[in-house]
């Protein structure tokens, strides 16, 4: 076996740490600026700590929360934007549907017109028939009391 050689002691612990925290925060600000240019938005930058002058420092807890209100507002405009194409898409069917019911509306009304059209022209036939009918009945009458007539002055 092989002697075990003792841990040394770790004395630069708390900058490994640092090290850490430091690596995830700039892991977190990435994950940020790939969803803001995944929505047309412009990435933040990053910088050394060379020239100071020109920049604004947040504390840990400010910048965790920067990160996760600009995650919030870009997950909520990405609901928001599906929610609108949902809309969208809601709305061109309801607009496909109300056409084809309106189609549908006018092929019946085009149907009762013609079928009130064959109702009149029937109704016009019964009187055409109902006029001959009474006529050959008035003729038939006639005939009957021409025969009546014949037939008396015959006894």
């Keep these: 076996m092989f002697p075990v050689a003792p841990k040394p002691q770790d004395s630069n612990q708390p900058s490994d740490r640092l090290m850490t925290e430091k690596q995830q925060e700039e892991a977190e600000w990435e994950s940020i600026n790939v969803l803001l240019m995944m929505h047309g938005l412009k990435p933040l930058s990053l910088v050394k700590r060379t020239d100071l002058k020109d920049l604004i420092i947040f504390d840990k807890q400010s910048s965790q929360r920067m990160r996760q209100n600009l995650k919030l507002l870009v997950e909520e405009t990405s609901r928001q934007q599906n929610m609108i194409q949902e809309l969208i898409e809601t709305n061109q069917q309801l607009r496909n549907e109300l056409q084809l019911e309106h189609s549908r509306a ?6 009762a017109n013609d079928l009130e059209q064959i109702m009149e022209s029937v109704k016009s036939k019964i009187g055409e028939l109902e006029d001959e ?3 050959r009945a008035c003729q038939q009458q006639n005939k009957i009391k021409d025969l009546q007539k014949e037939q008396k002055t015959l006894q």
Excluded: P
Aim: hydrophobic residues 10%; neutral net charge.
């Design 106 to 111: 006018t092929n019946q009304e085009q149907r």
């Design 133 to 135: 009918s009474l006529n």
